[in-house]
C-alpha cells in the first residue's frame, strides 16, 4: 500500500499569485538581498585593507566561481518545479534524508542573513542620524520599527516588494556610479588611473585569501531566483536569465566599484587609508570627487540599502516557510496564503515574531547590534547558505543521471563538478578566515561555525524520525506539486 499522500493543502484556497514576476524583478529582489551599497561602503575597505590594490580581483574570482554554479543549477531549475528550492534539488539529487537536512539549513541560513541584518539597521540610522544632525538616537526602536516596516511590506503582494525594491535598488546603486564617475572624470588621485590591481603580483598575495572570503559573502542569496518560480512569468526562461543577469552584475559592479575607489586614493595610498578608517573610506572618497552633498545622500541611501536587504531576506524566508508548511514539515497553518495579496503572510507574521524575538534577546543581554547581532547571527547564515550551494552543485549531476534528459554533458557534469571544487575551497576560505568577519574569540568562532554541521546532523535524525513516525509526509517530501 503506498503511503504517498496529497499535500496538506486546501482545496480552491488561495495561492501565490502566478505570473506576477518578470527577470528584472526576480534580479531585482536577489541583488537586493545583496545589498551593495552596504557591501561596498561597510565592508569593501576591509578587503583593500587586507588584499591591498588587487582585491577587486578577489570579486570577479568569487562572480566566475558562482557563474559556474549557475550553469548546473539553472539546468536542473528547468526539471524541479517544487517551491521548495535549494531543499527540493538537494532532495532529487542526493535523497530524503539530505534535503529535509537542507531545508533546516535553508531556514537557518536565510533567517540568519536577515535577523542579524536588524542590528546593521539599527547602526546604519544611528550613523546616520549623528553625520546629518549631530543627534545620538538608540538603536532598538530603529530595529523594531523596521521589523514592522519589513512585516508590512512582506504582507503586500510581491508585486508591490518588486517595485519597492526596483526603486531602492536603483537609487544605491546610482550612488556608487555617482562616485565611480567623479573619479573617473577627474582622473583618480595623484597617481592617475592605473590597472596594476590586476597584475599577478598584486592579487597573489597572502591577503588575497581573506578577500575571497569577503568577496563570496557579498553574493549572498543570489541563488534565490528559483525560491520566486510560482511567481515567474516563464519560470523555464526568466529564472535562468535573472539568476546569470544577478551573479554577472554583482560580480563586475563590485570589482568596478572597488577599482575606482582605489583609484580615488592611489594605488600608494589606499591601503593606508582604509586601514586608518575604513568606514569613513567611500564617504571621504565621494566627498572628494562628487562633494558633501552625496555623502549625507550615501548616508541616507545605506539605510535604505539594508531595508533592501530585509525586504528581499524576508520574502525569500516567507516562501520557504510556506513550502514547508505545504510539506507538512512545518505547521499546516503556515501554509496559508492571503486571500487578496497572495502573499504567505502567516508565514511572514512568524518570521517577523522569530526576528522580534532575537533581536530583544541581544538587547536585553547588553549585546552590540554590530558586533553581536549582526556578525554572530549573519555569520552562521552566510556559511549555511553556502554550505547549501555546495550541497546543491553536488546534487546536479546525481539528479541527472536518474532522469532522460536533452541537457549537456557541460551543464550536467563538468560545471558542477568544477563548481563543487570551487565552492569547497571558498567555504574552506570563509570557515577559515571566520576571525576576519567576527573579531570574536576563538570559542565563540567555533561555535558559529560548528552550527552549520549540527543543524544539518539535527535534519538528518528529523528525516529519520519523519521516516519512521510520518511516512505519508517522508514520502511526499519536495514531490512535484500538482
Given at each position: 500500500m503506498s503511503t504517498t499522500a496529497p499535500r496538506p493543502a486546501v482545496e480552491d484556497a488561495p495561492t501565490l499569485r502566478t505570473g506576477s514576476l518578470g527577470t528584472a524583478d526576480i534580479a531585482f529582489f536577489v541583488v537586493s538581498a545583496a545589498a551593495p551599497l552596504t557591501v561596498m561602503a561597510g565592508v569593501a575597505p576591509i578587503a583593500i585593507a587586507l588584499g591591498g590594490i588587487g582585491a577587486?580581483?578577489?570579486?570577479?574570482?568569487?562572480?566566475?566561481?558562482?557563474?559556474?554554479?549557475?550553469?548546473?543549477?539553472?539546468?536542473?531549475?528547468?526539471?524541479?518545479r517544487s517551491g521548495g528550492a535549494f531543499y527540493a534539488y538537494i532532495t532529487r539529487?542526493?535523497?530524503?534524508?539530505?534535503?529535509?537536512?537542507?531545508?533546516?539549513?535553508?531556514?537557518?541560513?536565510?533567517?540568519?542573513?536577515?535577523?542579524?541584518?536588524?542590528?546593521?539597521?539599527?547602526?546604519?540610522?544611528?550613523?546616520?542620524?549623528?553625520?546629518?544632525?549631530g543627534a545620538d538616537i538608540p538603536w532598538l526602536p530603529v530595529s523594531l520599527a523596521?521589523?514592522?516596516?519589513?512585516?508590512?511590506?512582506?504582507?503586500?503582494?510581491?508585486?508591490?516588494?518588486?517595485?519597492?525594491?526596483?526603486?531602492?535598488?536603483?537609487?544605491?546603486?546610482?550612488?556608487?556610479?555617482?562616485?565611480?564617475?567623479g573619479v573617473l572624470i577627474k582622473g583618480g588621485g595623484g597617481e592617475g588611473l592605473s590597472l596594476?590591481?590586476?597584475a599577478p603580483g598584486n592579487v597573489l598575495i597572502p591577503g588575497t585569501a581573506a578577500v575571497l572570503a569577503f568577496a563570496?559573502?557579498?553574493?549572498?542569496?543570489?541563488?534565490?531566483?528559483?525560491?520566486?518560480?510560482?511567481?515567474a512569468r516563464n519560470p523555464d526562461r526568466t529564472v535562468p536569465r535573472a539568476t546569470y543577469i544577478a551573479v554577472a552584475?554583482?560580480?563586475?559592479?563590485?570589482?568596478?566599484?572597488?577599482?575606482?575607489?582605489?583609484?580615488?586614493?592611489?594605488?600608494?595610498?589606499?591601503?593606508?587609508?582604509?586601514?586608518?578608517?575604513?568606514?569613513?573610506?567611500?564617504?571621504?572618497?565621494?566627498?572628494?570627487?562628487?562633494?558633501?552633498?552625496?555623502?549625507?545622500?550615501?548616508?541616507?541611501?545605506?539605510?535604505?540599502?539594508?531595508?533592501?536587504?530585509?525586504?528581499?531576506?524576508h520574502n525569500a524566508i516567507n516562501r520557504y516557510g510556506l513550502a514547508l508548511a505545504e510539506e507538512g514539515v512545518l505547521p499546516k497553518a503556515l501554509g496559508r496564503v492571503h486571500?487578496?495579496?497572495?502573499?504567505?503572510?502567516?508565514?511572514?507574521?512568524?518570521?517577523?515574531?522569530?526576528?522580534?524575538?532575537?533581536?530583544?534577546?541581544?538587547?536585553?543581554?547588553?549585546?552590540?547590534?554590530?558586533?553581536?547581532?549582526?556578525?554572530?547571527?549573519?555569520?552562521?547564515?552566510?556559511i549555511g547558505l553556502l554550505a547549501l550551494q555546495l550541497l546543491a552543485a553536488i546534487a546536479v549531476p546525481f539528479y541527472f543521471r536518474r532522469i532522460s534528459h536533452e541537457e549537456g554533458v557541460l551543464r550536467t557534469v563538468?560545471?558542477?563538478?568544477?563548481?563543487?571544487?570551487?565552492?569547497?575551497?571558498?567555504?574552506?576560505?570563509?570557515?577559515?578566515?571566520?576571525?576576519?568577519?567576527?573579531?570574536?574569540?576563538?570559542?565563540?568562532?567555533?561555535?558559529?561555525?560548528?552550527?552549520?554541521?549540527?543543524?544539518f546532523a539535527l535534519g538528518l535524525l528529523l528525516a529519520l524520525r519523519l521516516r519512521r513516525r510520518r511516512p505519508a509526509v517522508y514520502e511526499n517530501f519536495a514531490s512535484e506539486p500538482s
Open positions: 577587486p580581483v578577489g570579486y570577479l574570482l568569487a562572480g566566475i566561481t558562482l557563474a559556474v554554479f549557475a550553469v548546473g543549477f539553472t539546468a536542473m531549475s528547468r526539471h524541479v539529487g542526493l535523497g530524503k534524508p539530505a534535503g529535509i537536512a537542507a531545508a533546516l539549513l535553508a531556514m537557518l541560513g536565510y533567517n540568519g542573513m536577515e535577523i542579524g541584518v536588524y542590528g546593521l539597521l539599527g547602526t546604519a540610522t544611528q550613523d546616520t542620524a549623528h553625520a546629518l544632525f523596521g521589523l514592522l516596516l519589513i512585516w508590512y511590506a512582506g504582507y503586500r503582494s510581491i508585486d508591490f516588494g518588486a517595485k519597492l525594491l526596483g526603486v531602492l535598488l536603483v537609487a544605491e546603486t546610482g550612488i556608487l556610479v555617482l562616485l565611480a564617475g596594476a590591481g590586476f563570496f559573502a557579498a553574493f549572498t542569496g543570489f541563488e534565490s531566483t528559483v525560491i520566486y518560480r510560482r511567481e552584475f554583482l560580480g563586475l559592479f563590485y570589482a568596478f566599484v572597488v577599482w575606482t575607489v582605489i583609484q580615488a586614493f592611489g594605488d600608494a595610498e589606499v591601503v593606508k587609508a582604509a586601514g586608518a578608517d575604513p568606514a569613513g573610506l567611500f564617504f571621504s572618497a565621494i566627498t572628494t570627487y562628487v562633494g558633501g552633498w552625496a555623502a549625507d545622500l550615501m548616508h541616507v541611501l545605506i539605510v535604505t540599502s539594508v531595508l533592501a536587504s530585509l525586504l528581499a531576506f486571500a487578496r495579496h497572495r502573499s504567505p503572510y502567516l508565514a511572514g507574521a512568524a518570521q517577523t515574531v522569530l526576528g522580534a524575538v532575537v533581536v530583544l534577546a541581544f538587547a536585553l543581554a547588553g549585546a552590540d547590534p554590530y558586533a553581536q547581532l549582526l556578525l554572530w547571527v549573519n555569520t552562521p547564515g552566510m563538468v560545471a558542477p563538478v568544477v563548481a563543487t571544487l570551487l565552492l569547497s575551497a571558498a567555504l574552506i576560505l570563509v570557515a577559515t578566515h571566520i576571525d576576519v568577519f567576527t573579531g570574536a574569540s576563538p570559542l565563540v568562532n567555533a561555535i558559529l561555525v560548528g552550527v552549520t554541521p549540527a543543524v
